[in-house]
């Protein structure tokens, strides 16, 4: 690995962000160039690095894995970048799908109401308002539950 200065360092990664922004290369692409050509170390001594299984990295660097967000993040953290959300279209880049800056904040204003449904507007795991609880087998299959009776029929 050549010796790379501050400037160098941070141009190569400009340009694969803008490679993986544009859709030339995929997310594992981008990984396996940052790990080869910044830090040049081997993928065992980088997934060491990362907290991770050698196979776990190799799945990511081949685009074959499922990691996780916060694994992305952890690697992507490595070089100074994080995750981010950009558009479908390759027109609007900023902010771009990895960036090496913070993304500039608008100040939300908690009293302005969301519309109903949007994923702010409840707790996570919450169903939203309006949706019928789940059923039991017996209201399912049509018949009512009953108190009294057989058990084994269902009749009173």
Do not use: W
Not at 17 to 25: D, K, T, Y
Not at 60 to 66: I, R
Not at 140 to 147: P, Q
Request: hydrophobic share 30%; with cysteine.
């Amino acid at each position: 690995m050549n010796a790379m200065d501050g400037a160098e360092r941070k141009q190569l990664i400009d340009e694969i962000i803008e490679l993986q922004s544009v859709g030339e290369i995929t997310l594992g692409m981008a990984v396996c160039r940052l790990r080869l050509e910044i830090t040049g170390y081997d993928q065992e001594t980088f997934a060491q690095m990362c907290g991770m299984s050698t196979r776990a990295l190799y799945q990511l660097e081949t685009d074959k894995g499922n990691p996780t967000l916060s694994t992305v993040d952890s690697i992507l953290r490595k070089f100074g970048l994080r995750m981010g959300i950009m558009a479908a279209n390759g027109r609007q880049r900023t902010p771009s799908a990895v960036t090496g800056t913070p993304a500039k904040r608008r100040p939300v204003d908690k009293n302005t109401e969301l519309p109903h449904g949007s994923p702010s507007s409840r707790s996570r795991g919450a169903k939203p308002k309006g949706l019928k609880t789940r059923r039991s087998a017996a209201d399912k299959s049509g018949k009512a539950a009953t108190s009294q009776g057989d058990p084994g029929n269902g009749r009173e």
